[in-house]
């Protein structure tokens, strides 16, 4: 099981399409998430928001702002792109492979799977082109109920490093 882990300060961005544009959007949210050192206790949080339907909250504007750059683009540009997501068997292990492609070379890159429920991705290997600017990444999956992601689901992958990311909603292809 992969674990992402957030310090000091954590951005999740969503968009909120309001009804009436003159009213606040009015947030009500219980999250549970973990507080980690050597050992992960899990903690619970009622949060509560008012935001200005018209996007002019002080309050927020600034650290939108300061996070803007840091999304992920949601489309295919020519200057970063995925190409396709396929899904194999290796060895009895099932393995799903993203490869995309970018203007500059990557840097350390990352990558997230998500599919339905129950799907877990084991870290990625990335093998990248000789001149670093188109990734193969390569996840062994599972499912507790030994499912397997089929030709025509759908995934979302999200491919970043330190200065860039791209997310996509992707059909999983046949392998080449």
Known sequence: ??????RDEVLLPITVYPHDRTQSIKFRMKLT???????????????????????????????????????????NRPDLAIDRVHCTAVNGKQM?????????????????FEAQPGFSFKPAATQASADGRRITMRAEYDH???????????????????TRAIERMMLVYPPP
């Open 1 to 6: 099981m992969v674990t992402y882990v957030y």
């Open 33 to 75: 998430y973990a507080v980690c050192r050597d050992v992960c206790i899990l903690e619970e949080a009622d949060l509560a928001m008012d935001v200005r339907a018209d996007h002019t909250d002080d309050r927020l504007a600034e650290l939108f702002a300061k996070n803007q750059k840091r999304m992920p683009i949601l489309e």
């Open 96 to 112: 799903i492979e993203v490869v995309a492609r970018a203007s500059t070379p990557w840097v350390n890159s990352e990558v997230i």
């Open 144 to 162: 507790p109920a030994g499912l397997q992601i089929k030709e025509g689901e759908t995934v979302v992958v999200t491919v970043y490093d330190a």
